[in-house]
């Protein structure tokens, strides 16, 4: 079973919004701190925000003040509202738990992303 389902993703044009979720299984989601990721057309995958368990979210330079990442334990989700995008925001995007030390590399298996795509 793949242990998430990312959905939300879609074509906007730049300045509007998204909002992401993700449904996670197969452990402890309470306790589990998440994380967003994204990879770009031949780019490396990279985590664009983080929320530990106790809700206190970081981001990096890039996304900060336009993206925000929330979770719904007793749904197991976890959300990325997605502010005033921009075309280098096109990429798939991803959860999963954030391995330790990395910014790139994901506890579990990642789910299939979903798309988004910002195009005027």
Do not use: H
């Not at 990879?39 to 925000?68: H, M, W």
């Not at 330790?100 to 005027?120: E, P």
């Amino acid at each position: 079973q793949v242990p998430f389902v990312e959905s939300g993703g879609g074509l906007v044009q730049p300045g509007e919004s998204l909002r992401l979720s993700c449904e996670a299984s197969g452990f402890t989601f309470i306790f589990a701190r998440m994380g967003w990721y994204r990879q770009a057309p031949g780019k490396q995958r990279e985590l664009v925000a983080t929320i530990t368990s106790g809700g206190t979210a970081n981001y990096p330079d890039s996304v900060k003040g336009r993206f925000i990442i929330s979770r719904d334990n007793r749904r197991s989700t976890v959300y990325l509202q997605m502010n005033s995008l921009k075309p280098e925001d096109t990429a798939v995007y991803y959860c999963n738990r954030p391995a330790t030390g990395s910014d790139t590399a994901g506890v579990d298996a990642w789910g299939k992303g979903t798309l988004v795509t910002v195009s005027s």
